[in-house]
């Protein structure tokens, strides 16, 4: 279908310039000038007429072509004096109800006895009334009163002009804005108490409430996923999701121009992304079932991407501009909340490890006087029985200095294992079962393969997510090399740790894997999608090597006699 081209018409005074004005338009419309408002230009589309109303006198303009030229603004005017008459109003202003005809004549006759007040000042604007008029939910009018000025007086008359303008659609953009905002506000409201005292998978279950609840109850999202950038390995992690399928969730997306969907090209490029009809954009890839476009947006932390949300409707071209400009606001505050946890996890971590240190150092000099002492009560006439009470006072102080450094280690150790060591007996469930250890921690892996091995257990440790993903599949070629149990940390240089789940869960029982982390900080939020499909087994670092043992027995006892 060809496209209509507009008329308009330009109204000027005989002599006035408009050929700039006519050469930028005539490129989109058909532009005509005239010097006065004629029937052949009844057709026209638009008016332009000149900005000085007094120059309305040159055009050569009647009543009635004025009458007709006050009735095409579009805007509903009137006229009203002090005493609450009204004198005049448009066609527009005719149409208005009557109880918003009522406020208007109302706040126009106010205005005109105040106007009366006032002296006419040459050269200066005349003064200008503004208030807005809510009618119900859906209507909202702003109204501009302005006194009427007659030539050659001082002050202004008794009377007043009144402009009503309907902005019901930017009146519900703006209280759909500040909806947004305190929707926003109320995901980064933490109480820092009792986050800092949650797991990581209570953690963003929490977060994860308030965004789904939130996302439908002001922006009406009820499909939509969160993903963010996995530093060690540059993919975007999907770490909250409503609605999405599991084949969208299983997507491995990179940011990237190309070949990433809009989740990635938004992730690569910071620029929001809206997808019309889902069958036609070739950028589109799988997401919510039955979706028919898609509004994508970049989380962001100042300058830096840290992922994405992307939002999906079962319409075709659901999203505008005004709807990028709502998600880009909630998507800026969602970005501050996942930072707040993220911090408030760190925060902890060190704090504990810097508390322990200073411990460690408070108690050096004691612990030297001590050491001290006990080598004065040595000589050679010693009683045996004394010299064993001396002997064990050394040693004691010696497990004081190692639990100190340990616990100063933060996780970087196993804790309780000189304990662990001196208790050490058969244990009937571990022997001769055979464990996957994967951590890239060279300490913690070795510590938790010696409690293990001590305990008769044949033990793989792996030092990566991959190298764990390759002895997972090969026990599974090989029938007769399976492993009873896995325990994984999550955070690794190529594969995390749910994906190591992934893997494993299809292999052994989801019950007999452990994931492992320090302090609770999740920063590829593994524990939470491995516990949405049936993990339920976590270690934060540091834990004692007793802790250890007992959530192995537990992995490892049939739910029937474990209940």
């Known amino acids: 279908m060809a496209r209509i081209r507009p008329k308009i018409v330009i109204l000027a005074p005989p002599g006035g310039s408009t050929d700039e004005l006519r050469e930028l338009l005539r490129e989109h419309c058909d532009v005509v000038v005239a010097d006065s408002l004629g029937p052949q230009n009844a057709d026209a589309d638009f008016l332009i007429m000149p900005t000085d109303p007094g120059n309305l006198g040159l055009t050569g303009l009647g009543d009635h072509e004025r009458d007709v030229l006050l009735n095409s603004v579009g805007e509903a005017l009137c006229l009203v004096t002090a005493e609450g008459k009204l004198l005049w109003g448009n066609r527009m202003f ?23 007040k006032l002296a006419v000042e040459a050269d200066s604007e005349p003064p200008i009334v503004r208030r807005e008029i809510e009618i119900g939910e859906d209507r909202l009018y702003e109204l501009r009163i302005t006194p009427m000025v007659v030539d050659g007086t001082e002050r202004y008359g ?29 995901l980064v409201k933490l109480d820092r108490e009792a986050v ?14 308030r965004i789904i609840k939130l996302s439908h109850d002001v922006l009406n999202y009820d499909h939509f996923a969160i993903r963010l950038i996995d530093e060690h390995t540059g993919r975007l992690e999907p770490i909250i999701t409503s609605g999405f399928s599991q084949e969208a969730m299983e997507l491995e997306l990179y940011p990237a121009e190309e070949g990433n969907g809009t989740i990635g090209y938004v992730a690569a490029t910071g620029e929001s992304y809206i997808c019309h009809d889902t069958r036609t954009d070739e950028r589109y890839l799988i997401g919510a079932p039955g979706a028919r476009s898609s509004l994508t947006i970049p989380l962001q932390i100042d300058e830096k991407i840290i992922g994405v949300m992307d939002v999906e409707s079962e319409e075709v071209d659901a999203f505008d501009d005004q709807d990028r400009q709502f998600a880009l606001i909630f998507g800026r505050y969602i970005a501050i909340a996942l930072q707040m946890l993220d911090m408030l996890v760190t925060g902890q971590s060190t704090t504990g490890i810097t508390l322990s ?11 030297d006087d001590i050491i001290h002492e006990a080598d004065e009560l040595c000589s050679e006439t010693m009683d045996p029985e004394t010299a064993r009470h001396v002997e064990k006072i050394r040693e004691d102080v010696a497990a004081i200095r190692d639990r100190l450094r340990a616990v100063a280690s933060g996780p970087n150790t196993l804790l309780g ?5 001196r208790t050490c007996k058969v244990d009937t469930l571990l022997s001769g079962k055979r464990a996957l250890i994967a951590d890239d921690n060279d300490r913690i892996g070795a510590m938790i393969a010696d409690v293990l091995r001590r305990r008769n ?5 792996c030092k990566s997510g991959q190298e764990a993903i390759n002895e997972l599949e090969a026990s599974a070629a090989d029938g007769h090399k399976q492993f009873d149990f896995v325990l994984s940390d999550i955070s690794m240089p190529d594969r995390n740790g749910y994906e190591v789940f992934s893997v494993a869960r299809n292999i052994i029982p989801e ?23 049936g993990m339920s087994n976590v270690l934060y670092k540091p834990f004692q090597a007793a802790r250890l043992i007992d959530e192995i027995h537990k992995v490892l006892t049939p739910p029937e006699q474990s209940a």
Request: proline share 3%; charged share 30%; glycine share 6%.
């Open 94 to 116: 005719d149409a208005v109800d009557p109880k918003t005809k009522e406020e208007v004549i109302a706040a126009a006759s106010e205005a005109a006895v105040s106007f009366q």
């Open 158 to 186: 008794d009377r007043a002009v009144g402009v009503l303008r309907d902005i019901s659609h930017a009146g519900r953009v703006r209280k759909k804005m500040n909806a947004v905002e305190r929707a926003g506000a109320a």
């Open 196 to 209: 800092s005292k949650m797991n990581a998978v209570q953690r963003l279950h929490l977060l994860e409430e």
């Open 357 to 367: 240190g200073r411990f460690e150092g408070e108690l050096r000099e004691p612990l």
């Open 417 to 421: 294992m000189d304990e662990v060591s």
């Open 457 to 461: 257990c044949e033990v793989v440790l």
């Open 511 to 533: 019950r007999a894997i452990i994931l492992m982390t320090g302090f609770g900080y999740d920063p590829h939020h593994s524990i939470v999608r491995a516990s949405q499909e």
